[in-house]
């Protein structure tokens, strides 16, 4: 299978699946516990039926948005992950790459494996930073003030991983940062060599997020005892709220769900949100971003930029997610295999067909922007 036989998402994991080691795919395709959530959020979109609007004459459609005072041409935006070189050695440097081509934003995680300074100096397309609150409240001033130099201007602040998920998948194939293996794991690793050969080839691996902070290398601190030991679960609203204010610019919470918190979020003066299950990687069983949009774009729409992430596999998935109210889309594993399968060919093939099914589908919707799509343009089953 080749990049070129690639024509959906379904294609692109299948090909990271043939060229990825096992632990490593299952890093990225899996979920916690019984994984119902992580189904689940794919499925969510089949609840809710598209109604079109026929003889409307659309030649041109418009998709760019604005959000958080960022203008994106697509109303898709690649959300930030961690571990990308993992993944393929060009890693974030792709990433960025395809999202200033296709005009939109990107995201580099606390956790990701390109620093973002050299990222932002590089790309002119918007970037935020993704990261997590620590119990050292000094390293937390301190990440955010390196971002404010660097010119980050969308600060997003994960509230979802307090702790780490229960990732079964991990743990039967012992995938951890640094690597310790099962003898069933190191025997997928050396059935994919070319990831091997790839992976020595190039830089050493690293986290340039937390390196100048934390110590990560060796032995020293795994991923798993990162979140366990060092994220602070006793984070509250009012620790945020001192965050939005030192940040002094626009402040994303990635991971609210309730229309509860959500109105919290626009009270201590957020610029946005995501509704987001972090891929179905920690609660399993707790609800979808789009079974929640339409109750919080309800509750809170008018004040604050609402966003959703989770289960995007088409064009027709955002068109539902944006009638509802969503500002835009968040991808996550859409490009992620697409990254694996091929680096920045694979991110920009996808993209490049996520654009041309939004373009079809938003004709075959009878909308010439993002604005003619709402609420009455659905019907839920």
């Known amino acids: 299978m080749r990049l070129a036989d690639c024509h959906n ?9 043939r060229r990825l080691p096992g632990p490593i795919f299952n890093y990225i395709d899996g979920g916690a516990d019984d994984e119902v959530t992580l189904r689940r959020n794919s499925a969510a979109f089949e609840t809710v039926d598209l109604v079109p609007d026929v003889l409307r004459g659309v030649t041109d459609v418009d998709l760019s ?44 995680s606390s956790l ?6 050299e990222l932002a100096k590089k790309h002119r397309t918007p970037q935020c930073y993704q990261f997590y609150f620590h119990k050292d409240r000094g390293l937390n001033r301190a990440m955010m003030q390196t971002a404010k130099e660097i010119g980050i201007k ?27 293996l099962t003898p069933g794991g190191m025997a997928q690793f050396a059935l994919k060599p070319r990831w091997g050969i790839d992976y020595l080839r190039h830089e050493k691996f690293s986290l340039p997020q937390l390196d100048a902070h934390i110590d990560m290398k060796g032995d020293s601190l795994t991923i798993g005892r990162y979140f366990t ?12 709220a001192q965050m939005v204010e030192e940040w002094g610019g626009a402040f994303c919470l990635k991971g609210v769900m309730s ?13 946005g949100i995501v509704l987001s299950n972090h891929g179905g990687r920690q609660l399993d069983g707790s609800r979808t971003g789009f079974d929640q949009l339409d109750e919080i774009v309800q ?12 289960g995007i596999q088409r064009g027709t998935h955002v068109l539902k997610a944006l009638s509802l109210g969503a500002k835009a889309v968040g991808l996550g594993r859409f490009y992620l295999y697409a990254l694996a399968a091929a680096g920045q060919p694979g991110i920009e093939r996808a993209l490049t067909q996520m654009r041309a099914e939004l373009l079809r589908d938003m004709r075959l919707m009878g909308a010439r922007s993002v604005a003619d799509l709402n609420r009455d343009k659905l019907r839920f089953r």
């Not at 307090?162 to 690597?179: A, H, K, M, Q, V």
Request: overall charge negative.
């Open 259 to 271: 229309a509860v918190d959500a109105r919290r979020a626009a009270d201590i003066g957020c610029s």
């Open 9 to 17: 998402f379904h294609d692109f994991r299948r090909l990271a699946k």
């Open 112 to 117: 990701g494996t390109v620093g973002m300074a």
């Open 65 to 108: 948005v604005t959000v958080m005072g960022q203008k994106l041409a697509l109303p898709v935006y690649l959300s930030p992950t961690a571990l990308q070189r993992l993944f393929h050695h060009q890693g974030e440097r792709a990433t960025a790459a395809a999202a200033e081509t296709f005009g939109t934003m990107f995201g580099v």
């Open 299 to 310: 509750a809170v729409g008018d004040r604050i930029d609402v966003m959703m992430d989770g």
């Open 229 to 240: 030991e060092m994220l602070d679960p006793s984070m509250n609203w009012d620790d945020v």
């Open 154 to 180: 969308v600060m997003m602040l994960t509230v979802d991983s307090i702790t780490g998920g229960n990732r079964e998948r991990d743990l039967r194939t012992g995938f951890s940062i640094p690597f310790r």
